[in-house]
């Protein structure tokens, strides 16, 4: 490999950022930090196109990569990979005389990161970026045919695994599938935002930031919120998001009677810049990576008041209790209860503590340096 003085990182990519952004928007705005920084960042889009394009400032090679179902247990994966000549025709022209490190974040291209780390032997980075990442990695290494269960601790195709949560990480090395020293934490993080003034509603206003999908949970929000309803509470709660659970939930809220309560606003994406507006955040999830909703509610002077998981418990600082018990209805009400009827003092009190420990910990430029450091070490070793 030819010694070259631009630090370059290529990454495997199987979307653009769309409307709903996620983790190609997160994707996105880490290495369009780490450009600032002086990186160059290529992408490898999977297309089925054959050409490369420019995106937001970001080069973006398109080319078609090995089918991932049908492939993803069984060496089958790496066989057709062989026949699959554009990435590999383009990897070597591209890149195999330049000094770079080779990143994935989603599941299925593991197997394709460290085909390609392991054939070249260039530098690699795979970064987890949820329970779905880490259960689908988990599931590879339980299948007896998978190619590199005889050598899941040594994993020679790939140099770093990141994680977005110190949960996630302990997962990861509690179920003996990575080893430590190729592991580490990058926490999640946003963007902080000057203090924000409260705001006098007139009724309770709840938010839901969530895609509506099952292991969100967000039928029990409403069941708790229906009885409220009962009790003559009166309330409004918004929850913004789309996904497959928006049928099923829009049945329920008429079933419950809370037409004028609760609303499914849809996908915004400036739902950041309104979330001041609310008094309580609340989040029913099953299970999280690192989310990023709480976060910006704490960003945003709300407090969230979350089901006791242990990213969320990871996210709170260890003096404050804003949990309530998973799958039950009157832990919620509860919850709900206990902080409304708090003082304004002691609302005060505990939003200054969640600000605190949001600006200290979940800074998104401490996971920008985190990663530019990574970066450059590995670089060094090329």
């Given at each position: ?55 937001d400032g970001f080069k973006v090679h398109k080319v078609k ?150 292991n969100k949970n967000i039928d029990e929000v409403i069941l ?118 708090l003082s304004k003092i002691d609302k005060e009190i505990i ?32």
């Amino acid at each position: 490999m030819v010694e070259s003085s631009k630090k370059t990182i290529v990454v495997l990519i199987r979307q653009l950022p769309d409307k709903s952004g996620g983790v190609q928007k997160g994707v996105f705005q880490l290495y369009a930090a780490l450009r600032d920084k002086g990186f160059v960042i290529e992408f490898i889009l999977d297309s089925d196109d054959h050409e490369t394009i420019i995106y937001d400032g970001f080069k973006v090679h398109k080319v078609k990569f090995p089918p991932v179902y049908n492939y993803l247990f069984s060496k089958k994966y790496f066989q057709n990979i062989q026949l699959k000549k554009q990435i590999i025709s383009l990897f070597e022209s591209e890149y195999l005389k330049r000094k770079f490190v080779l990143v994935a974040h989603w599941a299925p291209d593991f197997l394709l990161l460290s085909y390609l780390g392991h054939k070249y032997n260039v530098k690699t980075v795979f970064s987890f970026h949820g329970p779905y990442h880490t259960r689908k990695f988990m599931q590879l290494f339980n299948r007896k045919q998978f190619w590199l269960k005889s050598q899941k601790n040594k994993l020679t195709g790939i140099d770093k695994f990141v994680f977005i949560s110190r949960t996630l990480y302990s997962d990861m090395i509690d179920s003996g599938c990575i080893i430590k020293s190729k592991a580490l934490t990058i926490i999640n993080g946003i963007y902080i935002k000057p203090t924000v003034e409260d705001v006098n509603n007139d009724v309770i206003k709840f938010v839901v930031v969530s895609r509506l999908v099952k292991n969100k949970n967000i039928d029990e929000v409403i069941l708790a919120l229906n009885l409220f309803k009962k009790r003559g509470v009166d309330f409004i709660c918004d929850i913004f998001g789309d996904g497959e659970q928006d049928h099923n939930l829009r049945i329920l809220i008429g079933e419950t009677g809370l037409e004028k309560h609760v609303f499914l606003k849809g996908f915004s994406p400036q739902i950041d810049e309104s979330l001041y507006m609310y008094d309580l955040f609340i989040s029913a999830s099953l299970f999280e990576g690192m989310p990023r909703s709480p976060l910006e509610a704490i960003n945003n002077n709300v407090i969230p008041i979350l089901s006791d998981i242990p990213t969320h418990r990871e996210i709170l600082p260890d003096n404050l209790n804003l949990f309530f018990d998973l799958n039950t209805t009157n832990s919620l009400v509860s919850k709900i209860d206990e902080i409304i009827n708090l003082s304004k003092i002691d609302k005060e009190i505990i939003k200054n503590c969640l600000r605190e420990n949001l600006i200290s910990k979940y800074d998104v430029n401490f996971r920008f340096k985190k990663f530019q450091e990574l970066f450059e070490s590995l670089m060094k070793e090329v």
